[in-house]
């Protein structure tokens, strides 16, 4: 009777650990998408969770696409203070290269992106993926390429900035210092 007792509580602990693990993600950050030109996905609960997150809609022939750069060394400043970044290339706006290796190619070749980047999705209308259905219905969603939102370690959109709007604009930094004082 108490072997069976602590098995059945064992399997409980270990069913769980995973929920635990991700009680502090918000469900509509809960996806596995697949990395750009990649067969491995990311689960973004499991990597992002409970962290404020900077996502950006992304095309590869837009007027924007040199915002990698600064996309890039935002990543670089903040990855360290435990904010996630991740690109969601998207042909939305009709800008988006033919083939997701031509994408990966503008992207970690010619601008040397290490930020997550995933493969393309739709980031508007009725077929837009649930994460950007989630932050147009917290905030509005993205007018065109490269619209970049702030989310909160809880999973709230803090400030979603315009195209024209730098990755590296005192609105965007200001914001994320503020995030990462609230985490550490």
Not at 59 to 67: E, L
């Amino acid at each position: 009777m108490l072997r069976n007792r602590i098995k059945i509580s064992i399997m409980l602990v270990t069913l769980a650990l995973p929920a635990a693990g991700l009680a502090n993600c918000p469900d509509w950050l809960n996806h596995s998408m697949k990395r750009l030109h990649s067969s491995k996905t990311v689960n973004l609960c499991e990597q992002f969770a409970g962290k404020p997150i900077v996502i950006v809609n992304t095309a590869s022939h837009c007027g924007f696409t040199p915002q990698f750069t600064a996309l890039e060394a935002m990543y670089q400043k903040y990855s360290d203070k435990g904010v996630g970044f991740i690109g969601v290339s998207s042909n939305s706006f009709f800008q988006e290269a033919s083939s997701e290796e031509k994408t990966a190619d503008v992207c970690y070749l010619n601008y040397g992106v290490s930020f997550t980047m995933l493969s393309p999705v739709d980031v508007t209308g009725h077929d837009a993926h649930p994460l950007f259905k989630e932050l147009a219905r917290q905030s509005a969603g993205p007018k065109w390429n490269f619209y970049k939102y702030v989310v909160d370690a809880d999973g709230r959109v803090a400030g979603r900035f315009s195209s024209t709007v730098k990755p590296d604009d005192p609105k965007i930094t200001g914001l994320l210092d503020q995030l990462t004082t609230q985490v550490n």
